[in-house]
């Protein structure tokens, strides 16, 4: 399976933006799903995870209260809304599959990374 993100860009301090994570060539069926960050010079870090039917959620401190994650399974597709945007946000931002069946916040566990979207947040 191949995963693709799409919809980041360049916002100000305050905005939004929603970040979607498409499946091509399979499904994400029975699969949790990751979003996760990395900034220039810094380890790719956590951001956000759902379980196959989005009932159970996690999320990064840093995000808790300002980021969504959810999915639709019909279409095959992940999303990250963003809010209330901050500089310290700016990242590329990767969607990934969960290897196993328990949501973790261990990058290794993921699969199937893209090329991500890129967030810039201008103070």
């Known amino acids: 399976v191949q995963l693709q993100a799409s919809g980041g860009g360049l916002v100000q301090a305050g905005g939004s933006l929603r970040l979607s994570c498409a499946a091509s060539?399979?499904?994400?069926?029975?699969?949790?799903m990751g979003w996760f960050r990395q900034a220039p010079g810094k380890e790719r870090e956590f951001v956000a995870a759902?379980?196959?039917?989005?009932?159970?959620?996690d999320y990064a401190d840093s995000v808790k209260g300002r980021f969504t994650i959810s999915r639709d399974n019909a279409k095959n597709t992940v999303y990250l809304q963003m809010n209330s945007l901050k500089p310290e946000d700016t990242a590329q931002y990767y969607c990934a599959r969960r290897k196993g069946v328990w949501l973790t916040r261990i990058p290794s566990s993921y699969e199937g990374w893209g090329q991500g979207t890129l967030v810039t947040v201008s103070s």
């Open positions: 759902i379980s196959w039917a989005g009932g159970s959620l």
């Open positions: 060539g399979g499904t994400l069926s029975g699969a949790a």
